[in-house]
């Protein structure tokens, strides 16, 4: 069996930006990213700008020597991401992109356009055939399939409903349309605990769906009609919001790996990974505020398999006989979307890593 090659660039974000840029074109080098993008391709570079009030996101600092690194290859590059589900900044295009450039990325920082991959309000979307076992298709966002090439770049944390979340969660739920974020998320359901609820009513308020209703002494939620985008989980302060995570949270990772699989499927050959650990919190980017950072910082990884890739963040961020999974969500199994991703094709969970210094 051939194991997946990955290769390894440690330094620290404390590190000085412009000897972490050069690393970053070497990196690109050395994993054979300048054989996936081809003269005059239009490449996409996916990446998550950051929700209002977070201090993890990766920095256009990143971003920008791979702009160019891509321009080098005679490509046209275009630094992007999609509309979330839940009630934000980041669900409409001209918030999203007002809020990216807030953060620092900018024509100047980036050195390419800012385009948000599924339109204005989310809803443009390809159909990719995968005849997988839950979907036939998946809903992925157009210009990540109008694009010749994409570079993904992640940055791995914790996360609330698939324990970590790293490459596949990036692709499967980053690169789908809002049609595919549903299909996604409809097997989680939260529940609120009407003995702690507080009556507040803040969680109804980002509700995107209308779905909680505020009683007399506490909120609650209609079943019917909620789509389970787990942003009232996100914003309740009184720790009142449960999901039931043993029924949802394996089919919710299979779910994302079968819409990982569909970019996989449409960019063959064509998608390079670059992984960042540093900075790493036990809430995604998507959490609207300040985290602590919980491991030490390592480096990124790069590589062409997201699944050996997610292996790779599990083995090294397992520091004191914990992993960043078990570190932020002791509960939940985010091993299933490496274990499903394998079986479906999405890749291989053996890789060799090789630092590049
Ligand atoms: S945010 Fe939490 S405390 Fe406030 S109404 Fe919703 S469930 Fe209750
Ligand atoms: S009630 Fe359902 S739809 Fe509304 S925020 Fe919570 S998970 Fe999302």
Redesign the pocket.
């Known amino acids: 069996m051939i194991r997946t090659k990955l290769w390894l660039m440690k330094f620290s974000a404390k590190d000085q930006i412009n000897q972490i840029q050069s690393k970053l074109k070497k990196l690109f080098n050395q994993a054979g990213f300048d054989s996936i993008i081809k003269k005059h391709d239009i490449t996409a570079i996916k990446t998550h700008f950051g929700e209002k009030g977070v201090n993890s996101y990766l920095s256009a600092d990143y971003i920008e020597p791979i702009v160019r690194k891509i321009k080098s290859c005679g490509a046209k590059p275009f630094v992007s991401d999609t509309n979330v589900l839940?009630k934000s900044l980041r669900d409409n295009a001209i918030d999203h992109i007002a809020l990216a450039h807030e953060h620092g990325f900018t024509y100047e920082t980036l050195g390419a356009n800012i385009i948000i991959a599924d339109g204005i309000v989310g809803k443009n979307e390809v159909e990719i055939d995968i005849d997988a076992p839950i979907n036939k298709t998946v809903s992925i966002a157009t210009e990540f399939i109008t694009a010749n090439s994409i570079i993904v770049m992640t940055h791995a944390t914790g996360h609330l409903a698939t324990g970590f979340g790293a490459t596949i969660k990036n692709i499967g739920m980053g690169m789908s349309s809002k049609k595919g974020k549903l299909t996604q998320h409809s097997v989680s359901?939260?529940i609120i605990n009407s003995r702690k609820c507080t009556n507040c009513g803040v969680?109804s308020q980002?509700?995107?769906?209308d779905?909680?209703t505020i009683k007399k002494d506490y909120s609650e939620?209609i079943n019917e009609?909620?789509?389970?985008?787990?942003?009232?989980?996100a914003v309740c302060r009184f720790d009142s919001?449960n999901f039931r995570w043993n029924a949802t949270n394996n089919k919710l990772q299979q779910q994302i790996a079968e819409h990982a699989l569909g970019i996989i499927r449409a960019k063959t050959n064509r998608i390079g990974f670059f992984t960042f650990l540093i900075n790493m919190t036990k809430q995604c980017d998507c959490i609207p505020h300040k985290s602590d950072f919980i491991l030490e910082d390592i480096g990124v990884i790069a590589g062409t398999d997201p699944v050996a890739i997610d292996q790779a963040v599990l083995d090294l961020t397992k520091m004191q006989g914990q992993n960043i999974n078990e570190l932020s969500f002791p509960g939940i199994d985010g091993e299933e979307q490496l274990r499903y991703g394998e079986k479906i094709g999405l890749g291989s969970r053996d890789y060799i890593l090789e630092e590049v210094k």
């Open positions: 839940y359901k939260p969680c980002w509700c995107p769906a779905a909680i939620i009609k909620c789509i389970g985008c787990g942003e009232c989980l919001v």
